[in-house]
């Protein structure tokens, strides 16, 4: 049974090997359902903006109070599109994404915690392999290794504090304790910085002092201790880091290698319309079926390369739970935790290809 199952999951990816191709430039004023599912997005949530990123018109997906969500498992607000199946490559295949997007409207600098505005998953995939988020007012990219997940680019901050924060965390195990401290400590480090006031009339002064690169190391280590934490450079270096959502997710060893470009930042989607482009090939080295090989991931940002990736990506593919060679898929829109406000998301000029060559060309050069 398990044979003729592995059989129809080859037979199933093969339908996808000519599909890779699409493009939409969203300038019709209307969802070309050939492209896009509207499952998780319901027909207010989306409009049309005029003019676009290149063309007349651009898609702006809108997230008001009221708003919950389709197919959300707690209290969110979600509206996404997703590309249709038959454009889904086979899984593993390199494949190339391009798009423009920015952001408008109501954008809270502390308290948008897990907002997710852009996503890969491909087979096995909880937590989606890639992700674009904004998490307390920051755009960041994150690559998941099964349930483990790195920040890869942020759009401000130093590349390299960012990197030692997370190595520092992958060393620390992932139990309720630690979880509990890394929280605590989290919750310490953006009150300090959204309250400097306030915070000065509760803590010591060595304690503030303690939360940020330049802490002296007697401080940093007594915080260390009150939290349970056995490395005390983590105090120190965790200011880098605590714009993340759930924190506790990136606790623990990840077989991910993060190359940054030059210390290069990604764009703030507040400000203008920020051009990416994404190079994708699945792949994991545990792999008992499918791409057994390490995956690679290569990032632009306004014709700058950013990183890139290598590494285990996306969940491991065992014998015993076979899937569909396909994917990844994606989807673009708003899927965060409830967030007062009415957040603008406004994407276009999208293509995906099996090249670079393959892809829509910006309107304009950076």
Known sequence: MRGAFLTFVIALSGGAACAAGLKDSFDSDRLNTTNWTTQQILSRQYQFEKPGRCGSAAIDIVTTDGDNGLECEDDCQRAELRTTKKTWPIFGDEVWYGFSFRITGDVPMTGSARSVIGQWKGPGDGSPMIAQRFDNGVFHIT????????????????????????ALLGNLPRDERTVNAINSLQSLDLFTKTQPDLSQQFFKQNLMDSLGPEAQPSDSQQ?????????????????????VAEPGKYIGKADI????????????????????VYRIKPGRTDNEYGPRRPGEIDIWANGQKIVS?????????????????????????TYRLRTPGTFHFQFDEFSQASTRAGLGQVCAAH
């Open 257 to 276: 290698d993060i190359e940054p470009e030059d210390n290069r930042s990604l764009p703030d989607p507040r400000k203008d319309w920020v051009d990416m």
């Open 309 to 333: 990736v290598r590494g285990n990506i996306g969940a491991t593919l065992r014998k015993n739970d076979p899937r569909p060679l396909v994917g990844p898929y994606f989807k673009f829109g």
């Open 223 to 243: 915080l260390s201790q009150a939290l349970g934490l056995g490395d005390p450079a983590l105090v120190g270096q965790f200011n880098a880091f605590s714009f």
């Open 143 to 166: 690559v998941q290794d099964n349930n483990v997940r790195r920040v890869v680019a942020r759009a401000e901050g130093d590349p390299d504090a960012l990197l030692s924060a997370q």
